[in-house]
T-cell receptor, first 114, second 112 residues
Framework: GAVVSQHPSRVICKSGTSVKIECRSLDFQATTMFWYRQFPKQSLMLMATSNEGSKATYEQGVEKDKFLINHASLTLSTLTVTSAHPEDSSFYIC??????????FGPGTRLLVL | GDSVTQMEGPVTLSEEAFLTINCTYTATGYPSLFWYVQYPGEGLQLLLKATKADDKGSNKGFEATYRKETTSFHLEKGSVQVSDSAVYFCALSGGGGFKTIFGAGTRLFVKA
């Protein structure tokens, strides 16, 4: 089946630094990718829809300047958490749509901001 | 707007017990319905899906039937195993745009 990878799987950074998370579709092209945030023991919260060749669409309440999304190619989307703070610590998951509206999820990136 | 409601967890069962996790939805049109599973420390994996009314999705002993009349998509398994311990998310998608709406998730613990 379709595979989506994320890198890094885990990152620890100091407060005020920026962190880039990559999401790749390994064996298929994805003009659209989704970025989610998941707090411990909670559901996924859709942050934004990443569109290849155009600007990302952000959900209400998500800061565009804080969470920069770049869909550089048909197989790569990146999420950059700028000037990260401890409250940005979370599990970030990307997905790409497949056939019949199925989502293929990456394994997630755990971010810890100290 | 569209929404998904699933039973709160955690659900704790003994091995070989019968499992039901309830899921109901609200949607305009005719969405596709999904169950995703998340094992500890991992992303989500598709468990099963149904794309139209009365369809039954099944995988790894799990089943769910798309019930339009009751707007439900309950997940069942006849005999759970310890390895089934995970968080299960009911979800719907439809109307274009591929946006998927998730339920809150139900954590399942299976004891040996």
């Amino acid at each position: 089946g379709a595979v989506v990878s994320q890198h890094p799987s885990r990152v620890i950074c100091k407060s005020g630094t920026s962190v880039k998370i990559e999401c790749r579709s390994l064996d298929f092209q994805a003009t659209t990718m989704f970025w989610y945030r998941q707090f411990p023991k909670q559901s996924l919260m859709l942050m934004a829809t990443s569109n290849e060749g155009s600007k990302a669409t952000y959900e209400q309440g998500v800061e565009k300047d804080k969470f920069l999304i770049n869909h550089a190619s048909l197989t790569l989307s990146t999420l950059t958490v700028t000037s990260a703070h401890p409250e940005d610590s979370s599990f970030y998951i990307c997905s790409a749509p497949g056939l019949q509206e199925t989502q293929y999820f990456g394994p997630g990136t755990r971010l810890l901001v100290l | 707007g569209d929404s998904v409601t699933q039973m709160e967890g955690p659900v704790t069962l003994s091995e070989e017990a019968f499992l039901t996790i309830n899921c109901t939805y609200t949607a305009t049109g005719y969405p596709s319905l999904f169950w995703y599973v998340q094992y500890p420390g991992e992303g989500l994996q598709l468990l099963l899906k149904a794309t139209k009314a009365d369809d039954k999705g099944s995988n790894k002993g799990f089943e769910a039937t798309y019930r339009k009349e009751t707007t439900s998509f309950h997940l069942e398994k006849g005999s759970v195993q310890v390895s089934d311990s995970a968080v299960y998310f009911c979800a719907l998608s439809g109307g274009g745009g591929f946006k998927t709406i998730f339920g809150a998730g139900t954590r399942l613990f299976v004891k040996a």
